[in-house]
């Protein structure tokens, strides 16, 4: 109701301006202002909406809406790459800024150091500097591409280190200057302390520490940038509470937190993983291709959940392709526009575009020019998860006859059966169909000079390599 008031408050001072006489320059002025109040005033009902908040900090609401807030969120740099677990809180910091208000990144150079045990099983393995380092360096590069970092603009995004500040702090400073103002009896107090104490493995000295070391991190944002608020997820909980406390206590001031849930898949399963292993929003590490495969395959719970999470599309619009998805979920309308949406977000339009041509190679007989005109890397890319076999190149330079290969090569089980689905139309090579059991194979039909695609009925699929 609050914020429907303040939307309505907007609203009006938007339309009186604009009645009155004033200049072109001022109105356009006052224009882009009273935009930046309005959606100020809707960045929490805009997350709420989404699914994207779970506890929130008392007074956080207000705060947001009484001025521009500098607001953070914290990478670990566990890996070169950042994957798609640590898309939630990246969309935060764009909705963030979005909403007129400023955004710093912080990637823990420090951290990573330690590490982080919230709601972990046992120790995370720790990482030399000289690892953490080019870490720091791969996660600042693909952050910049999704926030503003343009220093013209009053809420122009930030990166920030916390080993710059912690690698002039010795132990002794830190335990006698900020130590002293949290009791073990509230660090003890944490679920995520809790549950690692009173485990088999235990708490190492050097993890306890942590959420006094991210909640410092908080403390000095608060004073050198006037931070006020932090963001994360459902598990940072209370390492960002102890941050508030600290602030609270050590500089006398007052700060605000709010967490989004943790996103899992309905069946139970982790989210972010598949057989191959992680997804990476490197492309070096999960290809485009595979990227937006991941999404397409999302079943239509999850993707009813996911296309407010991990799009920007307005309410209004997600309600609309939900509806029209369950009156024809065969479709996979839902499936089809998220994955198009969060790939052209983390890869670009282009690859977007490259992998749902690649996409129809599985699933299409019209293909043919595309697959000659793949490189290596991009036929592998496609043909992930493809039962593959061998050939020897000499056999092919001498060719071939079809039947022999699909039997020999375990294709087929025997040549009797490959005569027959090789009689009855049944099997194509290079997206083309083989004429008769006559067919030889030579060397001409090597893709990049290597590989042969067979396709047996409509959905089998089988990469042949020459070796």
């Not at 938007?14 to 006052?30: E, I, R």
């Not at 908040?53 to 500098?70: F, I, N, S």
């Not at 294709?411 to 090789?422: H, L, Y």
């Not at 001409?444 to 047996?456: E, G, H, N, V, W």
Request: with cysteine; hydrophobic share 40%; aromatic share 10%.
């Amino acid at each position: 109701m609050f914020q429907s008031r303040c939307r309505v408050t907007g609203l009006f001072f938007f339309s009186f301006f604009l009645s009155h006489h004033l200049s072109p320059a001022v109105q356009t002025f006052l224009c882009r202002f009273a935009k930046i109040v309005i959606k100020i005033m809707n960045l929490i009902e805009e997350l709420r909406w989404r699914g994207m908040l779970q506890d929130m900090m008392p007074g956080t609401e207000e705060q947001l809406q009484k001025e521009m807030t500098t607001a953070y969120i914290g990478f670990d740099p566990t890996a070169e790459s950042l994957h798609i677990g640590s898309l939630v809180p990246i969309l935060l910091l764009v909705h963030l800024q979005k909403a007129g208000h400023k955004p710093l990144a912080l990637v823990g150079g420090a951290t990573g150091m330690v590490g982080d045990p919230s709601f972990k099983a046992e120790e995370r393995k720790m990482l030399d500097l000289d690892t953490l380092q080019k870490n720091v360096a791969g996660i600042k590069a693909q952050l910049e591409r999704f926030l503003d970092f343009d220093p013209a603009k009053p809420n122009a995004a930030e990166m920030v280190n916390n080993f710059d500040w912690f690698q002039h702090i010795s132990f002794l400073d830190f335990i006698r200057d900020t130590g002293k103002h949290i009791t073990v009896n509230y660090m003890m107090a944490k679920d995520s302390v809790k549950k690692r104490i009173e485990g088999d493995n235990g708490m190492s000295f050097t993890e306890f520490t942590y959420q006094l070391i991210q909640g410092y991190d908080f403390y000095h944002l608060y004073t050198a940038k006037n931070c006020k608020l932090q963001m994360g997820g459902s598990d940072q909980w209370g390492n960002i509470v102890t941050g508030t406390e600290l602030i609270r206590r050590k500089a006398s001031g007052e700060a605000f937190a709010f967490t989004c849930p943790l996103i899992k898949k309905a069946d139970g399963t982790k989210f972010g993983k598949t057989e191959q292993g992680t997804v990476w929003l490197d492309p070096k590490r999960t290809s485009p291709y595979m990227f937006y495969q991941f999404w397409l395959n999302t079943t239509d719970v999850d993707a009813e959940s996911y296309i407010k999470i991990f799009t920007f599309m307005e309410q209004p619009e997600v309600d609309e392709l939900i509806a029209k998805h369950r009156e024809a979920p065969h479709l996979r309308l839902l499936q089809q526009r998220l994955a198009k949406e969060v790939t052209v977000f983390i890869h670009g339009e282009e690859s977007y575009e490259f992998a749902v041509k690649a996409s129809s190679l599985l699933f299409s007989n019209d293909t043919a020019e595309l697959l000659l005109s793949l490189t290596e890397e991009q036929l592998l890319d496609v043909m992930a998860g493809v039962p593959q076999f061998e050939v020897a190149k000499t056999d092919l330079e001498a060719g071939k006859d079809v039947v022999s290969l699909l039997a020999e090569t375990g294709i087929f089980p025997s040549k009797g059966e490959a005569r027959k689905t090789v009689q009855g139309g049944g099997v194509s090579m290079n997206k083309n169909k083989i004429e008769g059991i006559d067919t030889v194979i030579n060397t001409a039909a090597l893709l990049r000079d290597k590989y042969i695609l067979f396709q047996k009925g409509k959905k089998n699929y089988y990469l042949v390599k020459a070796i």
